[in-house]
């Protein structure tokens, strides 16, 4: 029963980003062609949904920990299947803004709960594979997702959205079939004021947890805003930026193919080194300006496999740093981490002005080793709670 109730939620997340990668193509194209928006306007309303997430996971976090993972769950699958029925229907700017609003608040119910849920049904030894698997699927979502969005707009238009709104409702309807309230209790029946819960936010850990991955999303931020700008000011010296993409999709997915199967007794702490490193190594790499083309392609690739194998650490720690009766609430507070990808372009944007690519991808790299100094502390930290840091992955 357990692994049913597993696969509903690892299915379910998979299901859940490839809806929104359907979609996420599409917005800006949809709301310049129905709404004639400018790019100012553009700007504006592609912000509103992450912007979203960002401001309410902490409290979705709380939500979950009160009402329940399943709930909670249940509830942001509804919102989102809603915002994208709202996005086909509306008919001015306003609704349509209020479609995105849904959709990030929506997204950050959902993310708390479903994580948190994970950890609940993991045991400490197997996490990790449960939270790569996870990973794996939805990068696979995120490829198809595209393929699928732009080819439908091109035949059915604005309708494009009920194809993700139908991913949400197959979601919601494995989180009524597939799993039960009551398999989901907390340990610990007390429940704090919303004013305590903010005290979760002096937790060492999750502060270390958070301006960790503040830094990585930095780098990735300024990577995802400015690398076509540097793209095209390398006129064609580099790969195109949908071909890096493509690339780094391909990678992601082979490289968690074989980690779930050849290294699954690789140690956490093992994953964790190796992955900052190449990640750091690869945007390093970028800098490098011999044979661009070539250094552009290879230091895709290290990143690429950098990123597949630390990225799932994050949600394995993020479970053994937070209490068995909190886990909700801190998966949510982790997501202020996203004001990474706020900072990032703004940043990155005056590195490249001022310094040009080099400094920009330099730059990113630091970002990344200071990262990774961070997150070795957490494991100092929850060291005495979570005594099996090191231990291989059963």
């Known amino acids: 029963m357990r ?22 193509p599409i917005i800006n194209i949809y709301a310049v062609d129905a709404f004639h928006l400018s790019a100012v ?81 993991s045991s400490t030894g197997d996490s990790e594979r449960y939270f790569r698997l996870r990973y794996l699927l939805q990068n696979v979502s995120c490829v198809i997702g595209p393929l699928i969005g732009v080819a439908a707009y091109r035949f059915i238009y604005g309708k494009t959205f009920l194809i993700s709104m139908l991913m949400f409702l197959v979601y919601l309807i494995i989180t009524f079939t597939g799993l039960r309230r009551r398999d989901f209790k907390n ?3 007390d429940q704090p ?75 956490l702490r093992r994953s ?9 190594a690869g945007f390093a790499l970028y800098a490098i300006e011999w044979e661009p083309y070539v250094m552009t392609v290879i230091a ?5 496999i950098g990123e597949s194998v630390l990225f799932p650490c994050f949600d394995v720690v993020m479970g053994r740093i937070s209490p068995d009766n909190k886990s909700a609430l801190y998966y949510g507070a982790g997501e202020l981490r996203q ?21 920009l991808f330099i730059a990113s790299a630091l970002s990344i080793i200071v990262a990774g100094v961070l997150f070795n502390r957490v494991a100092f930290f929850g060291s005495n709670q979570n005594s099996d840091y090191d231990t291989k992955q059963m």
């Open 187 to 189: 340990e610990s029946n």
């Open 339 to 359: 004001v990474g990808f706020f900072l990032g372009p703004s940043i990155g944007g005056l590195l490249l002005a001022y310094g040009g690519p080099v400094s």
């Open 300 to 304: 895709t690739i290290v990143v690429s």
């Open 193 to 267: 004021s919303i004013l305590k819960n903010f005290s979760v936010l002096k937790d060492g850990s999750l502060q270390l947890w958070i301006m960790s991955g503040t830094c990585i999303l930095i780098a990735y931020g300024a990577y995802e805003s400015l690398m076509p700008v540097v793209i095209l000011n390398a006129h064609g010296t580099r790969p195109n930026y949908g071909f890096l993409v493509s690339l780094n999709a391909i990678v992601v997915i082979l490289i968690q193919l074989g980690h779930l199967k050849l290294f699954k007794n690789s140690s």
């Open 41 to 121: 306007q553009i700007g504006f309303i592609s912000g509103i949904w992450p912007g979203t997430v960002f401001c309410m996971s902490f409290f979705t976090g709380m939500l979950a920990q009160r009402r329940g993972y399943v709930d909670t769950l249940r509830g942001g699958t509804a919102v989102n299947g809603l915002s994208f029925l709202l996005m086909t229907f509306a008919s001015n700017i306003s609704i349509f803004c209020f479609s995105l609003f849904l959709l990030g608040l929506g997204k950050a119910m959902a993310d708390s709960s479903s994580r948190a849920a994970i950890r609940y049904l």
């Open 272 to 280: 964790i080194l190796f992955g900052f490193i190449l990640l750091a």
């Open 3 to 24: 692994y049913t109730k597993m696969w509903a939620l690892i299915l379910g997340s998979a299901l859940n980003t490839l809806g929104l990668f359907i979609t996420i």
